[in-house]
Protein backbone atom coordinates (compact mmCIF):
# COMPACT_ATOMS: atom_id res chain seq x y z
CA UNK A 1 0.00 0.00 0.00
CA UNK A 2 1.48 3.08 -1.11
CA UNK A 3 0.55 6.90 -1.32
CA UNK A 4 -0.97 7.67 -4.80
CA UNK A 5 1.82 9.16 -6.52
CA UNK A 6 -0.15 12.13 -7.23
CA UNK A 7 -0.69 12.62 -3.80
CA UNK A 8 2.59 12.27 -3.04
CA UNK A 9 3.99 14.65 -5.75
CA UNK A 10 1.89 17.68 -3.87
CA UNK A 11 2.75 16.63 -0.83
CA UNK A 12 6.11 16.90 -1.56
CA UNK A 13 5.41 20.25 -3.97
CA UNK A 14 3.99 21.81 -0.95
CA UNK A 15 7.47 21.54 1.01
CA UNK A 16 8.20 24.46 -0.95
CA UNK A 17 6.51 26.85 1.50
CA UNK A 18 8.91 28.11 4.27
CA UNK A 19 8.14 26.54 7.37
CA UNK A 20 6.47 23.56 5.96
CA UNK A 21 7.79 20.04 7.19
CA UNK A 22 6.86 16.68 6.15
CA UNK A 23 4.15 16.10 8.45
CA UNK A 24 2.12 19.74 8.02
CA UNK A 25 2.54 19.11 4.26
CA UNK A 26 0.16 15.94 4.38
CA UNK A 27 -2.45 17.64 6.75
CA UNK A 28 -2.76 20.27 4.23
CA UNK A 29 -2.61 17.86 1.13
CA UNK A 30 -5.82 16.16 2.79
CA UNK A 31 -6.79 19.24 3.96
CA UNK A 32 -6.74 20.82 0.13
CA UNK A 33 -8.25 17.24 -1.06
CA UNK A 34 -11.02 16.48 1.22
CA UNK A 35 -12.48 20.11 2.09
CA UNK A 36 -11.23 22.94 0.28
CA UNK A 37 -11.10 21.74 -4.03
CA UNK A 38 -12.34 24.87 -5.08
CA UNK A 39 -9.68 27.03 -2.79
CA UNK A 40 -7.01 24.67 -4.41
CA UNK A 41 -7.65 25.52 -7.78
CA UNK A 42 -7.49 28.67 -6.99
CA UNK A 43 -4.35 28.24 -5.18
CA UNK A 44 -3.09 26.21 -8.41
CA UNK A 45 -4.29 29.11 -11.02
CA UNK A 46 -3.01 32.10 -8.84
CA UNK A 47 0.48 30.41 -8.68
CA UNK A 48 0.12 30.47 -12.44
CA UNK A 49 -0.70 33.57 -12.68
CA UNK A 50 1.77 35.54 -10.78
CA UNK A 51 4.32 33.49 -12.13
CA UNK A 52 3.65 34.36 -15.34
CA UNK A 53 2.96 38.41 -14.61
CA UNK A 54 4.58 39.80 -11.82
CA UNK A 55 8.58 40.90 -11.93
CA UNK A 56 10.47 43.15 -9.98
CA UNK A 57 10.15 47.08 -10.64
CA UNK A 58 13.56 47.96 -12.71
CA UNK A 59 13.65 51.09 -10.46
CA UNK A 60 12.67 50.16 -6.79
CA UNK A 61 12.80 46.18 -7.26
CA UNK A 62 9.67 45.62 -5.56
CA UNK A 63 6.44 43.15 -7.27
CA UNK A 64 5.23 44.81 -9.82
CA UNK A 65 2.71 43.67 -12.97
CA UNK A 66 4.56 46.70 -15.11
CA UNK A 67 7.86 47.76 -15.91
CA UNK A 68 7.97 50.04 -13.90
CA UNK A 69 5.56 50.02 -10.18
CA UNK A 70 2.86 52.87 -10.05
CA UNK A 71 4.76 54.53 -7.14
CA UNK A 72 8.16 54.90 -9.28
CA UNK A 73 5.66 56.29 -12.07
CA UNK A 74 4.10 58.57 -9.49
CA UNK A 75 5.55 61.79 -10.87
CA UNK A 76 4.44 63.65 -7.29
CA UNK A 77 6.63 61.86 -5.59
CA UNK A 78 9.94 63.95 -4.36
CA UNK A 79 12.28 62.55 -5.89
CA UNK A 80 15.43 63.67 -3.56
CA UNK A 81 14.50 61.12 -0.72
CA UNK A 82 15.22 57.38 -1.43
CA UNK A 83 13.95 55.06 1.44
CA UNK A 84 15.60 51.91 1.49
CA UNK A 85 13.40 48.68 2.93
CA UNK A 86 14.28 44.61 3.40
CA UNK A 87 10.72 43.65 1.99
CA UNK A 88 7.67 44.95 -0.24
CA UNK A 89 5.75 44.36 3.01
CA UNK A 90 7.76 47.12 4.87
CA UNK A 91 7.04 49.51 1.86
CA UNK A 92 3.45 49.20 2.04
CA UNK A 93 4.05 49.35 6.51
CA UNK A 94 5.90 52.89 5.61
CA UNK A 95 3.57 54.09 2.94
CA UNK A 96 0.04 53.58 5.64
CA UNK A 97 2.37 56.09 8.02
CA UNK A 98 1.27 58.58 5.12
CA UNK A 99 4.31 60.27 6.04
CA UNK A 100 6.84 59.69 3.36
CA UNK A 101 6.43 60.89 0.21
CA UNK A 102 10.19 59.94 -1.27
CA UNK A 103 10.56 57.10 -3.15
CA UNK A 104 11.81 53.77 -2.39
CA UNK A 105 14.21 51.07 -3.17
CA UNK A 106 13.51 47.83 -1.57
CA UNK A 107 16.11 45.13 -0.95
CA UNK A 108 14.46 41.59 -1.60
CA UNK A 109 16.25 40.75 1.79
CA UNK A 110 18.80 41.63 4.44
CA UNK A 111 22.58 40.54 4.59
CA UNK A 112 23.29 37.37 6.40
CA UNK A 113 26.52 35.99 6.09
CA UNK A 114 25.82 32.69 7.76
CA UNK A 115 22.78 31.92 5.66
CA UNK A 116 25.05 32.39 2.47
CA UNK A 117 23.50 36.26 1.77
CA UNK A 118 25.88 38.74 0.44
CA UNK A 119 25.70 42.04 -0.63
CA UNK A 120 24.53 40.36 -4.19
CA UNK A 121 21.46 39.09 -3.11
CA UNK A 122 20.47 41.98 -2.03
CA UNK A 123 20.83 44.12 -5.13
CA UNK A 124 23.98 46.15 -3.98
CA UNK A 125 24.74 47.31 -6.95
CA UNK A 126 21.21 48.26 -8.10
CA UNK A 127 20.62 50.59 -5.18
CA UNK A 128 24.49 52.23 -5.90
CA UNK A 129 23.11 52.57 -9.36
CA UNK A 130 19.88 54.30 -8.21
CA UNK A 131 20.67 56.19 -5.52
CA UNK A 132 23.75 57.77 -7.62
CA UNK A 133 20.57 58.78 -10.46
CA UNK A 134 22.03 62.40 -9.74
CA UNK A 135 18.11 63.31 -8.14
CA UNK A 136 18.65 61.30 -4.92
CA UNK A 137 20.00 63.63 -1.99
CA UNK A 138 19.20 61.41 0.94
CA UNK A 139 19.18 57.35 1.36
CA UNK A 140 16.82 56.39 4.22
CA UNK A 141 17.45 53.20 5.98
CA UNK A 142 14.69 51.49 6.72
CA UNK A 143 15.64 47.70 7.41
CA UNK A 144 14.49 46.33 10.65
CA UNK A 145 16.10 46.69 13.87
CA UNK A 146 17.44 42.96 14.03
CA UNK A 147 20.56 42.06 14.19
CA UNK A 148 20.89 41.02 10.24
CA UNK A 149 18.71 44.81 9.29
CA UNK A 150 21.04 46.66 11.45
CA UNK A 151 24.04 45.08 9.70
CA UNK A 152 22.38 45.91 6.45
CA UNK A 153 22.39 49.26 7.33
CA UNK A 154 25.54 49.69 8.70
CA UNK A 155 27.21 48.07 5.67
CA UNK A 156 24.69 50.24 3.10
CA UNK A 157 25.64 53.38 4.84
CA UNK A 158 29.42 53.25 4.80
CA UNK A 159 29.09 52.74 1.05
CA UNK A 160 26.13 55.20 0.09
CA UNK A 161 28.54 57.85 2.07
CA UNK A 162 31.35 56.62 0.68
CA UNK A 163 29.20 57.95 -2.72
CA UNK A 164 28.78 61.24 -1.23
CA UNK A 165 25.27 60.87 -0.61
CA UNK A 166 23.82 61.89 2.16
CA UNK A 167 22.48 58.50 4.70
CA UNK A 168 19.80 58.76 7.76
CA UNK A 169 18.37 55.92 9.40
CA UNK A 170 14.94 55.84 10.93
CA UNK A 171 14.89 56.36 14.79
CA UNK A 172 14.95 53.77 17.31
CA UNK A 173 12.68 54.12 21.05
CA UNK A 174 9.65 53.49 22.70
CA UNK A 175 6.30 52.94 20.80
CA UNK A 176 3.81 55.79 20.67
CA UNK A 177 2.10 55.03 23.68
CA UNK A 178 4.86 52.63 25.06
CA UNK A 179 5.33 53.05 29.09
CA UNK A 180 8.88 52.68 30.50
CA UNK A 181 7.18 49.94 33.14
CA UNK A 182 6.57 47.63 29.95
CA UNK A 183 9.47 48.19 27.88
CA UNK A 184 12.33 45.84 27.64
CA UNK A 185 15.79 47.66 28.89
CA UNK A 186 17.59 47.15 25.84
CA UNK A 187 15.01 49.64 24.07
CA UNK A 188 15.28 51.88 26.57
CA UNK A 189 19.13 52.00 27.10
CA UNK A 190 18.86 52.99 23.50
CA UNK A 191 15.83 55.77 23.46
CA UNK A 192 17.83 56.97 26.52
CA UNK A 193 21.56 57.01 23.93
CA UNK A 194 19.21 58.21 21.62
CA UNK A 195 17.65 61.18 23.10
CA UNK A 196 16.59 64.27 20.64
CA UNK A 197 17.50 67.52 22.18
CA UNK A 198 14.34 69.85 22.22
CA UNK B 1 0.64 51.99 -3.85
CA UNK B 2 -1.06 48.97 -3.86
CA UNK B 3 0.36 45.11 -3.81
CA UNK B 4 -0.38 44.43 -7.48
CA UNK B 5 -3.58 42.00 -7.52
CA UNK B 6 -1.76 39.01 -9.11
CA UNK B 7 0.37 39.15 -5.64
CA UNK B 8 -2.94 39.95 -3.84
CA UNK B 9 -4.77 37.07 -5.51
CA UNK B 10 -1.87 34.89 -4.56
CA UNK B 11 -1.93 35.64 -0.97
CA UNK B 12 -5.25 35.50 -0.45
CA UNK B 13 -5.39 31.74 -2.34
CA UNK B 14 -2.80 30.92 -0.10
CA UNK B 15 -5.00 30.94 3.25
CA UNK B 16 -6.98 28.15 2.08
CA UNK B 17 -3.67 26.09 3.11
CA UNK B 18 -4.82 25.72 7.07
CA UNK B 19 -3.19 27.31 10.03
CA UNK B 20 -2.09 30.24 7.50
CA UNK B 21 -2.79 33.13 8.37
CA UNK B 22 -2.75 36.77 6.14
CA UNK B 23 0.94 37.16 7.63
CA UNK B 24 2.47 33.78 6.94
CA UNK B 25 0.31 33.75 3.57
CA UNK B 26 2.25 37.00 2.72
CA UNK B 27 5.42 35.31 4.10
CA UNK B 28 4.70 32.26 1.51
CA UNK B 29 3.95 34.20 -1.21
CA UNK B 30 7.02 36.77 -1.24
CA UNK B 31 9.40 33.22 -0.45
CA UNK B 32 7.81 31.56 -3.86
CA UNK B 33 8.24 34.34 -5.85
CA UNK B 34 11.77 35.47 -4.66
CA UNK B 35 13.39 32.20 -3.93
CA UNK B 36 11.27 28.86 -5.64
CA UNK B 37 9.69 29.84 -8.66
CA UNK B 38 10.58 26.31 -9.52
CA UNK B 39 9.12 25.05 -6.50
CA UNK B 40 5.73 27.23 -7.32
CA UNK B 41 5.37 25.71 -10.85
CA UNK B 42 5.75 22.27 -9.39
CA UNK B 43 3.16 23.16 -6.84
CA UNK B 44 0.52 24.49 -8.88
CA UNK B 45 1.06 21.41 -11.32
CA UNK B 46 1.18 19.29 -8.85
CA UNK B 47 -2.61 20.70 -6.98
CA UNK B 48 -3.97 20.69 -10.28
CA UNK B 49 -2.89 17.24 -10.83
CA UNK B 50 -4.22 15.68 -7.99
CA UNK B 51 -7.73 17.80 -8.27
CA UNK B 52 -7.94 15.99 -11.58
CA UNK B 53 -6.53 12.34 -10.88
CA UNK B 54 -7.08 11.72 -6.98
CA UNK B 55 -10.70 10.68 -5.63
CA UNK B 56 -12.20 8.32 -2.78
CA UNK B 57 -11.81 4.46 -3.28
CA UNK B 58 -15.41 3.09 -3.59
CA UNK B 59 -14.78 0.35 -1.09
CA UNK B 60 -12.32 2.16 2.10
CA UNK B 61 -13.01 6.22 1.31
CA UNK B 62 -8.98 6.91 0.95
CA UNK B 63 -7.05 8.54 -1.91
CA UNK B 64 -6.65 6.67 -5.10
CA UNK B 65 -6.57 7.49 -8.41
CA UNK B 66 -8.14 4.67 -9.47
CA UNK B 67 -11.65 3.38 -9.14
CA UNK B 68 -10.59 1.02 -5.97
CA UNK B 69 -6.98 1.32 -4.57
CA UNK B 70 -4.66 -1.16 -4.79
CA UNK B 71 -5.49 -2.29 -1.72
CA UNK B 72 -8.92 -2.84 -1.51
CA UNK B 73 -8.00 -4.87 -4.92
CA UNK B 74 -4.97 -7.22 -2.91
CA UNK B 75 -6.69 -10.77 -3.15
CA UNK B 76 -4.39 -11.53 -0.17
CA UNK B 77 -6.12 -9.49 2.27
CA UNK B 78 -8.01 -11.26 5.22
CA UNK B 79 -11.78 -9.84 4.11
CA UNK B 80 -13.10 -11.03 7.68
CA UNK B 81 -11.03 -7.64 9.46
CA UNK B 82 -11.95 -4.40 8.44
CA UNK B 83 -9.60 -1.34 10.70
CA UNK B 84 -11.71 2.13 10.85
CA UNK B 85 -9.18 4.85 10.77
CA UNK B 86 -9.48 8.72 10.91
CA UNK B 87 -7.24 9.68 7.95
CA UNK B 88 -5.29 8.28 4.93
CA UNK B 89 -2.18 8.58 6.98
CA UNK B 90 -3.71 6.58 9.44
CA UNK B 91 -3.83 3.81 7.41
CA UNK B 92 -0.75 4.25 6.26
CA UNK B 93 1.03 3.82 10.25
CA UNK B 94 -1.30 0.83 10.52
CA UNK B 95 0.55 -0.88 7.31
CA UNK B 96 3.87 -0.03 8.51
CA UNK B 97 3.29 -2.24 11.80
CA UNK B 98 3.25 -5.29 9.20
CA UNK B 99 0.63 -6.38 11.77
CA UNK B 100 -2.63 -5.89 10.27
CA UNK B 101 -3.72 -7.85 7.21
CA UNK B 102 -7.34 -7.54 7.00
CA UNK B 103 -9.27 -4.43 5.05
CA UNK B 104 -9.58 -0.33 6.33
CA UNK B 105 -12.32 2.30 6.13
CA UNK B 106 -10.92 5.69 6.36
CA UNK B 107 -13.54 7.90 7.86
CA UNK B 108 -11.66 11.12 6.61
CA UNK B 109 -12.04 12.91 9.59
CA UNK B 110 -13.45 12.28 13.24
CA UNK B 111 -17.22 13.18 14.97
CA UNK B 112 -16.55 16.82 16.92
CA UNK B 113 -20.46 18.23 16.93
CA UNK B 114 -18.65 21.35 17.73
CA UNK B 115 -16.83 21.87 14.77
CA UNK B 116 -20.47 20.86 13.02
CA UNK B 117 -18.80 17.57 11.59
CA UNK B 118 -21.60 15.01 12.68
CA UNK B 119 -21.85 10.81 11.59
CA UNK B 120 -22.61 12.34 7.46
CA UNK B 121 -19.19 13.92 7.20
CA UNK B 122 -17.21 10.82 8.39
CA UNK B 123 -19.34 8.65 5.93
CA UNK B 124 -21.19 6.56 8.28
CA UNK B 125 -23.76 5.25 5.96
CA UNK B 126 -21.11 3.61 3.84
CA UNK B 127 -19.09 2.33 6.69
CA UNK B 128 -22.23 0.60 8.06
CA UNK B 129 -23.21 -0.97 4.18
CA UNK B 130 -19.10 -1.67 4.08
CA UNK B 131 -19.44 -3.52 7.04
CA UNK B 132 -22.47 -5.57 6.27
CA UNK B 133 -21.08 -7.04 3.24
CA UNK B 134 -21.34 -10.40 4.99
CA UNK B 135 -17.57 -10.97 4.98
CA UNK B 136 -16.49 -8.88 7.98
CA UNK B 137 -16.48 -10.82 11.21
CA UNK B 138 -14.74 -8.05 13.30
CA UNK B 139 -14.55 -3.81 13.39
CA UNK B 140 -11.26 -2.56 14.71
CA UNK B 141 -11.66 0.53 15.49
CA UNK B 142 -8.25 2.55 15.65
CA UNK B 143 -9.12 5.85 15.63
CA UNK B 144 -7.03 8.13 18.05
CA UNK B 145 -7.78 8.38 21.53
CA UNK B 146 -7.97 12.14 21.70
CA UNK B 147 -11.35 12.74 22.52
CA UNK B 148 -12.90 12.97 18.83
CA UNK B 149 -11.70 9.94 18.23
CA UNK B 150 -12.84 8.28 21.22
CA UNK B 151 -16.51 9.91 20.73
CA UNK B 152 -16.22 8.60 17.42
CA UNK B 153 -15.22 5.19 18.34
CA UNK B 154 -17.87 4.74 20.98
CA UNK B 155 -20.45 6.15 18.82
CA UNK B 156 -19.60 3.56 15.82
CA UNK B 157 -18.98 0.93 18.28
CA UNK B 158 -22.76 1.21 19.35
CA UNK B 159 -24.25 1.11 16.00
CA UNK B 160 -22.27 -1.29 14.72
CA UNK B 161 -22.88 -3.62 17.46
CA UNK B 162 -26.65 -2.97 17.01
CA UNK B 163 -25.88 -4.78 13.57
CA UNK B 164 -24.74 -7.74 14.86
CA UNK B 165 -20.97 -7.24 14.21
CA UNK B 166 -17.85 -7.98 16.26
CA UNK B 167 -16.69 -4.81 17.62
CA UNK B 168 -13.36 -4.13 18.96
CA UNK B 169 -10.89 -1.08 19.89
CA UNK B 170 -6.73 -0.86 19.67
CA UNK B 171 -5.29 -1.10 23.51
CA UNK B 172 -4.33 1.96 24.83
CA UNK B 173 -1.12 1.59 27.73
CA UNK B 174 2.43 2.77 27.59
CA UNK B 175 4.67 2.78 24.70
CA UNK B 176 7.09 -0.18 23.61
CA UNK B 177 10.42 1.35 25.63
CA UNK B 178 7.80 3.68 28.12
CA UNK B 179 8.95 4.03 31.64
CA UNK B 180 7.01 4.38 34.70
CA UNK B 181 8.53 7.35 35.51
CA UNK B 182 8.39 9.21 32.37
CA UNK B 183 4.47 8.25 31.46
CA UNK B 184 1.42 10.76 31.98
CA UNK B 185 -0.43 9.39 34.42
CA UNK B 186 -3.72 8.94 33.14
CA UNK B 187 -1.55 6.98 30.51
CA UNK B 188 -0.67 4.50 33.51
CA UNK B 189 -4.13 4.76 34.85
CA UNK B 190 -5.33 3.45 31.79
CA UNK B 191 -2.78 1.33 31.49
CA UNK B 192 -3.79 -0.60 34.61
CA UNK B 193 -7.00 -0.38 34.19
CA UNK B 194 -7.22 -2.64 30.55
CA UNK B 195 -4.08 -4.96 32.45
CA UNK B 196 -4.36 -7.81 30.78
CA UNK B 197 -3.87 -11.33 32.51
CA UNK B 198 -0.71 -13.44 31.58
Do not use: W
Given at each position: ????????????????????G??S?Q?????????????????????????????H??????????????????????D???????????????E?T??????Y???????????????R????????????????????????????????????????????????????G?????????I????L????????A?
Amino acid sequence: MKTPSTLEQLIQALRVLPGVGPKSAQRMAYHLLQHEQAGAARLARALADALQKLHHCARCNTFTEQEVCELCNDPYRDDSQLCVVEMPADLLRMEQTLVFKGRYFVLMGRLSPLDGIGPRDIHFDRLLARASDGKVREVILSTNFTVEGEATAHYLAESLRARGLQVSRIARGLPVGGELEHIDSGTLAQALIERRAL
